[in-house]
C-alpha cells in the first residue's frame, strides 16, 4: 500500500453572518489511517465536513487531495476524485428498494470507470453489483431486507447503506459524519469490525463522532475542535489525558471545583 | 350457505422479487395488464376512423397536444422534482420556431417538425439552465415568468409578426396525416417515458427528486440530471407547439397562453400523479369536457371548476393511483 499524505486541509475558515463557524483549521491525514474528529455539539465538526466535500464554499483555506487542489470543485466532482462522505442525517432514496438506492451511485464517473465491485474489471449487471456491496456491507443477500423499501428499513440499515453508498464509488477516502450515533450498542458492536475491515482494505477514513469509547478504539489519530477552533491533534490516548480536551467536553476545573 | 363468505383483501407479493410473474399467473391477470393498455392504444388509433365529426376529431388533436405537455410536467414534477408551469413556454416557442423555419426560410413541414422540436427544446433548456439550482416554487414562477416575458417582447417590438402573428404556415397534407402523427407521437411519448424512468438510468432521475444532496455525493452531477430532464419535457412541449402551428396554418401570441400551462397540470391531478399514464387519461377527461361545456357560456368555467374541486376532494389521489391501489391489493370472497 502506498504511504503518504492523502488529504491535507490548510488554513480553512467559515463564517455564517457573525458566527465563526471554522477558523484556521489545519490537518493532514495519512493514507490507510482511520483520523477521528471529536468535539462538543456546535464545534463546527459537520461544517468542516461540509466545507471539504465541498457542499459549502469556505471562505478561506486550502483542501488538498491526491496532491490535486479540491478547494473549488463542486461535490460530484470531488466525489469522482475518490473521497466520498456519508450524511449524519441519513439520505437515502426512501422511495426505492435498498439495492436500487445502490445503482444510482454506479452512474458516476468513477464508478463506471474503475469498474465492479472486489477484483474490478468491467461493472456488470448493475443489480448483481449492487446487491454484491450490500451483501459485503452485512444486508443478508437470501433475505427480502435488500428488497424492502429505504423508508422501511431499521436506523442501522440505514447507516450500513450511507457506507455502501460511498463504497460503491470505490473510494480511497470515506468521511463518515456520525456513523454510531442512533444506534444500538449492538448495532455499533457490530459496525465496529466493518470499519476496521474497510481500514485493512486500503480505505482511509475520516470519522466524525461524539461516541469517543468507540472512536478512540479505532481510531489512529485524533483531532478536537471546539466553537470552530483546532484544539489538538494526536494520538487518542495522549488527547484523551489533554487538559483543554477536558475542559471542552466538562467545563473547567474552576467550575466544577465550585459545583462539587 | 349465502351467509359463510368474507371479503378478503390480499396483497400482491412483493413487486421487486416476482417481477412479472402475478402477470402471466391466470388468464384473468394477462386481462388485468393488457385489457387497459390496448384500450389506451387502439382507442387512440382508431379515433379518427370511428369519430366522424371534424370537430371532434380536431379536438383529439387538442387532447394529444395537451397529453404531450402533460406527460412532461409529470414527469418534471414527479420523477425529477421540477414543478414546472412552463407548458405555454415550449409550445411558444416551438410554435414560433416552427412557424418562422416554415414562412421565412420556406423549409417544409418535415423538417419544421424536427427542427424546432430539438432545437427549441435546446432553446429551452438554455434559458431554464441558470434556475435549475433552485427548487421549489421558484422554478416554477421561472417557467411562469418566460412565456410572458416572450409576448410583452413580440408585441414591443414588433417581431415574428407583432401582434398580428405569422400567417401563410404550411398546413399538414390532409386530416389523416396530422391526426395520426400527433396520436402516434403521444403514444410514443408516453411508453418511451414509462420505460425511461423504470430501466437503471431513470433511476438517477427519481433519485434527484427523492434527494439531490445525496445524488450529488454519488458524484453525479445533479444540474446535468435536471438539465437533461427539462430537455425532455421541453422537447415534448416544442414537439405539441410546432405541430399546433401547422394546424392553425398561423402562430400567434395566443401561443404563450396560460391555458397550456395550467390545464396539463389539472390533469396530471385528475388522472394520477407519477403514473405518466393518469396524465393523459386526465387530459382525455379535461380537455373534452371543457369543449362539452361550451355551450353553457360564461357558466363554463364555473362547472369546469366544479368538476376539478370534486376530484381534488373525492379522489385526491388521482384516477390512475386509485386504480393501481386496487390491483395491487385485491379482494376476493372466501369461505368462512
Redesign the interface.
Known amino acids: 500500500m502506498k504511504k503518504g499524505i492523502l488529504l491535507e486541509v490548510s488554513g480553512l475558515s467559515k463564517r455564517f453572518g457573525g458566527v465563526q463557524a471554522l477558523s484556521n483549521i489545519s490537518f493532514k491525514v495519512n493514507r490507510g489511517d482511520i483520523f477521528g474528529i471529536i468535539g462538543p455539539n456546535g464545534s463546527g465538526k459537520t461544517t468542516l465536513v461540509n466545507c471539504i466535500t465541498g457542499f459549502i464554499k469556505s471562505d478561506e483555506g486550502k483542501v488538498v487531495f491526491r496532491g490535486k487542489d479540491i478547494t473549488k470543485l463542486p461535490p460530484h466532482k470531488i466525489a469522482n476524485l475518490g473521497l466520498t462522505r456519508t450524511f449524519q442525517i441519513m439520505r437515502p432514496y426512501y422511495s426505492l428498494p435498498a439495492f436500487k438506492n445502490l445503482i444510482i451511485p454506479l452512474f458516476s464517473h468513477r464508478a463506471r470507470k474503475e469498474g465492479g465491485w472486489r477484483g474490478g474489471g468491467r461493472l456488470g449487471d448493475r443489480k448483481t453489483v449492487s446487491l454484491d456491496i450490500l451483501e459485503d456491507i452485512g444486508f443478508e443477500r437470501d433475505s427480502s431486507v435488500p428488497y424492502k423499501l429505504a423508508s422501511s428499513l431499521p436506523t442501522g440499515y440505514l447507516k450500513r447503506l450511507e457506507l455502501a453508498r460511498c463504497l460503491s464509488l470505490r473510494p480511497e477516502l470515506i468521511i463518515c459524519d456520525e456513523i454510531f450515533s442512533g444506534l444500538s450498542m449492538s448495532e455499533i458492536a457490530s459496525m465496529v469490525p466493518l470499519i476496521e475491515r474497510l481500514q485493512m482494505e486500503g480505505i482511509t477514513l475520516i470519522m466524525i463522532e461524539h461516541r469517543l469509547r468507540e472512536l478512540f478504539r479505532v481510531a489512529n489519530r485524533v483531532m478536537v475542535l471546539n466553537f470552530g477552533v483546532k484544539l489538538i491533534e494526536g494520538l487518542p490516548e495522549e488527547v484523551i489525558e489533554d487538559e483543554r480536551v477536558k475542559e471542552a467536553y466538562f467545563g473547567s476545573d474552576t467550575e466544577v471545583m465550585e459545583y462539587a | 350457505m349465502k351467509g359463510s363468505f368474507r371479503k378478503e383483501r390480499i396483497d400482491r407479493g ?1 413487486k ?2 416476482t417481477e412479472g410473474i402475478y402477470a402471466i399467473s391466470s388468464w384473468r391477470e394477462m386481462g388485468y395488464l393488457i385489457i387497459p393498455r390496448a384500450m389506451l392504444i387502439f382507442g387512440l388509433l382508431l379515433s379518427p376512423v370511428l369519430i366522424p365529426s371534424l370537430y371532434w376529431q380536431r379536438v383529439i388533436t387538442y387532447v394529444c397536444i395537451y397529453s404531450l405537455l402533460a406527460i412532461g410536467f409529470d414527469f418534471l414534477a414527479h420523477f425529477v422534482g421540477l414543478v414546472s408551469l412552463g407548458g405555454a413556454f415550449f409550445i411558444g416557442v416551438g410554435g414560433y420556431l416552427g412557424a418562422y423555419l416554415n414562412t421565412y426560410l420556406n423549409l417544409p413541414l418535415y423538417l419544421t417538425i424536427p427542427i424546432s422540436s430539438i432545437v427549441g427544446a435546446v432553446i429551452c433548456t438554455l434559458l431554464l439552465l441558470p434556475c435549475l439550482p433552485l427548487r421549489g416554487v421558484y422554478f416554477a414562477i421561472i417557467t411562469l415568468m418566460y412565456p410572458l416575458i416572450f409576448m410583452r417582447l413580440i408585441e414591443a417590438l414588433d417581431i415574428l409578426g407583432g401582434t398580428e402573428g405569422i400567417f401563410g404556415v404550411s398546413s399538414f397534407p390532409n386530416q389523416w396525416v396530422e391526426q395520426y402523427f400527433i396520436i402516434l407521437c403521444t403514444l410514443f411519448a408516453l411508453f418511451l417515458l414509462r420505460r425511461f424512468v423504470n430501466i ?2 431513470g ?2 432521475f ?2 434527484v427528486k ?2 439531490d ?10 444540474t446535468f440530471v435536471k438539465a437533461t430532464a427539462v430537455f425532455i419535457a421541453s422537447l415534448l412541449g416544442c414537439l405539441g407547439g410546432v405541430t399546433l402551428v401547422h394546424i392553425y396554418m398561423w402562430a400567434g401570441m395566443s401561443l404563450f397562453a396560460l391555458d397550456f400551462s395550467i390545464i396539463p397540470i389539472a390533469a396530471t391531478v385528475i388522472g394520477g400523479g407519477g403514473t405518466l399514464v393518469g396524465a393523459v387519461i386526465g387530459t382525455f377527461i379535461l380537455v373534452p369536457v371543457s369543449e362539452l361545456l361550451r355551450e353553457l357560456g360564461t357558466l363554463r368555467i364555473v362547472f369546469y371548476s366544479l368538476i376539478l374541486t370534486g376530484f381534488v376532494i373525492f379522489k385526491s389521489e388521482g384516477i390512475m393511483n386509485y386504480a393501481q391501489r386496487k390491483y395491487h391489493q385485491f379482494e376476493r370472497w372466501v369461505r368462512v
Open positions: 412483493i421487486v422479487r437503471d438510468v433511476l438517477v427519481r433519485a427523492d434527494n444532496q445525496a445524488v450529488r455525493a454519488s458524484g453525479i452531477n445533479v
